[in-house]
């Protein structure tokens, strides 16, 4: 079992930046690829992004460029940094983590909410 902890939202304004956090339990966080989600109301939960447990970076072409996820295995910690935020990065950020080279992920954490005000 892995649970997973985001932290880090809040409100920014436009042209801001945030760093969210996801602290993971366990012993084998290395060997789980982490992704992070984000669902707006009203929308479906839509992919960010993800990193690979050999480190490799995926981007939704949404926050390609002013987005970056990043991992700490000493600390069992995966962390997104967003920068140049947009009103349409406002959502729930969800991180999840799937085992080696799966996609489909095992495990969710609770989310945190991120509004960036116009």
């Known amino acids: 079992q892995v649970q997973l902890v985001e932290s880090g939202g809040g409100l920014v304004q436009a042209g801001g930046s945030l760093r969210l956090s996801c602290a993971a339990s366990?012993?084998?966080?290395?060997?789980?690829?982490m992704g992070w989600f984000r669902q707006a109301p009203g929308k479906e939960r839509e992919f960010v992004a993800r990193?690979?447990?050999?480190?490799?970076?995926y981007y939704a072409d949404s926050v390609k460029g002013r987005f970056t996820i990043s991992r700490d295995n000493a600390k069992n910690t995966m962390y997104l940094q967003m920068n140049s935020l947009k009103p349409e990065d406002t959502a729930v950020y969800y991180c999840?983590?799937?085992?080696?080279?799966?996609?489909?992920?095992?495990?969710w954490g609770q989310g945190t909410q991120v509004t960036v005000s116009s």
């Open positions: 990193i690979s447990w050999r480190s490799t970076a």
């Open positions: 999840a983590a799937a085992w080696g080279d799966r996609t489909e992920y095992d495990y």
């Open positions: 366990g012993r084998t966080f290395n060997m789980y690829a």
